[in-house]
């Protein structure tokens, strides 16, 4: 049973646009929600995070945002750059705060071209 | 500082074989959480250990056991190993302190099994 799903396998957009990743969960447990960025052969990097008290948290050019009621979240990047190019994780921590025991999709790979 | 670091970096094994991986976690961490990702997929969460005790276990065989050592390294053991254990093996390394808990990735080991 996959709590957390990340329904697009890949994602290709134009540098300088926005990038949209989104992820489902079906557990209302989940209270912590984080994204992870992958390059290869490296481990995943930890990008932004959200709490399930707020509703949008922002750094830099990512700006995550949660609903709730729809058990959605997406990833927003503006603008995208071709450094952005990876395998990005959505997660879920099942116990109060993150820790460290994540529920991860299956990853979207995205690809910004020059 | 010093980040996680993993060894070896690939392996590989034939079935019924055992296999150790090892994890050193970054300095100032005493909580190192483990990863099998297969091919495609998102991590899964194995086991975790805070202070050399088990601290939560995934839905993983008991042929799949672990350690912590004193200074909070890790070591993953997997017995009989089977044909599906072949994998990314990614440990993470927090400080668990209350409140946010970044968590650092190691590059992973990549488990072949034949």
């Known amino acids: 049973d996959q709590q957390v799903k990340q329904n697009s396998p890949s994602l290709s957009v134009q540098e300088g646009r926005i990038s949209i990743l989104n992820c489902d969960y079906t557990?209302?447990?989940?209270?912590?929600f984080l994204w992870y960025k992958k390059y290869p052969a490296e481990g995943p990097t930890f990008l932004i995070s959200?709490?399930?008290?707020?509703d949008k948290n922002e750094d830099g050019r990512f700006t995550v945002f949660l609903n709730k009621s729809a058990k959605h979240l997406s990833l927003h990047i503006v603008p995208s750059q071709p450094g952005d190019s990876a395998v990005y994780f959505c997660?879920?921590?099942?116990?109060?705060?993150?820790?460290?025991?994540?529920?991860f999709g299956q990853g979207t790979t995205l690809q910004v071209k020059p | 500082e010093t980040g996680v670091t993993q060894s070896p970096t690939h392996l590989i094994k034939t079935r019924g074989q055992q296999v150790t991986l090892r994890c050193s976690s970054q300095?100032?961490?005493?909580?190192v959480s483990w990863y099998q990702q297969a091919l495609g997929q998102g991590p899964q969460f194995i086991f975790q250990?805070?202070?050399?005790?088990?601290?939560g276990r995934g839905n993983f065989p008991p042929r799949f056991s672990g350690l912590q050592f004193p200074n909070y390294s890790s070591e993953l053991n997997v017995n009989a190993l089977e044909l599906d254990d072949s994998a990314l093996y990614l440990c993470?390394?927090?400080?668990?302190?209350?409140?946010?808990?970044?968590?650092?990735f190691g590059p992973g080991t990549r488990l072949t099994v034949l």
């Open positions: 993470a390394s927090t400080k668990l302190a209350g409140g946010y808990n970044e968590q650092f």
């Open positions: 557990n209302s447990m989940f209270d912590y």
């Open positions: 959200i709490s399930s008290i707020k």
């Open positions: 997660a879920a921590s099942a116990e109060t705060g993150n820790t460290g025991k994540l529920i």
């Open positions: 300095s100032g961490h005493n909580t």
């Open positions: 250990y805070y202070r050399e005790e088990e601290n």
